[in-house]
């Protein structure tokens, strides 16, 4: 086990420790097996590399259609975030605060109920009142 820590005398090692120095000794008596070894050893290391190439490609591929379906949803969300603060403008000024409360909502079903209360309100106050009840 001097390859392991330079010392001849080391103290008690585990049952590991000697299974691990029995292996490389083997390995080092028959210079065939150490050939033999190195090659699994880098056919095993290609095996892995390839298998994390892929993994990090599928990541990619999955990361782009996530990306691409959450882009679609923002869009959606955005756009009728806008149709209602262009409903509402048909009606008088819309206050900055509305607005702000209006492209800060998230939730597209709100925003669906939201844009069918502006296309029914006949004021700015009147979809303020139905939004709140």
Same mark, same amino acid.
Request: net charge negative; hydrophobic share 30%; proline share 2%.
């Given at each position: 086990?001097?390859?392991?820590?330079?010392?001849?005398?080391?103290?008690?090692?585990?049952? $590991?420790?000697?299974?691990?120095?029995?292996?490389?000794?083997?390995?080092?008596?028959?210079?065939?097996?150490?050939? /033999?070894?190195?090659?699994?050893?880098?056919?095993?290391?290609?095996?892995?590399?390839?298998?994390?190439?892929?993994?990090?490609?599928?990541?990619?591929?999955?990361?782009?259609?996530?990306?691409?379906?959450?882009?679609?949803? /923002?869009?959606?969300?955005?756009?009728?975030?806008? *149709?209602?603060?262009?409903?509402?403008?048909e009606?008088?000024?819309?206050?900055e $605060?509305?607005?702000?409360?209006?492209?800060?909502?998230?939730?597209?079903?709100v925003?669906?109920?939201?844009?069918?209360?502006?296309?029914? *309100?006949? *004021?700015?106050?009147?979809?303020?009142?139905?939004?709140e009840?």
């Amino acid at each position: 086990m001097r390859y392991m820590d330079g010392r001849e005398d080391a103290v008690e090692y585990s049952e $590991n420790i000697r299974e691990i120095d029995r292996m490389v000794s083997e390995i080092k008596r028959e210079s065939g097996m150490t050939v /033999k070894y190195m090659r699994m050893w880098e056919e095993r290391r290609e095996i892995l590399m390839d298998g994390i190439e892929q993994g990090k490609a599928e990541g990619r591929t999955e990361g782009k259609r996530e990306g691409i379906i959450e882009g679609k949803i /923002k869009g959606k969300v955005e756009g009728k975030a806008s *149709s209602i603060l262009e409903l509402l403008a048909e009606t008088g000024p819309v206050p900055e $605060n509305l607005q702000k409360r209006v492209m800060e909502q998230t939730e597209e079903t709100v925003l669906s109920k939201w844009l069918k209360l502006a296309a029914k *309100s006949s *004021s700015v106050e009147e979809f303020c009142r139905k939004i709140e009840e």
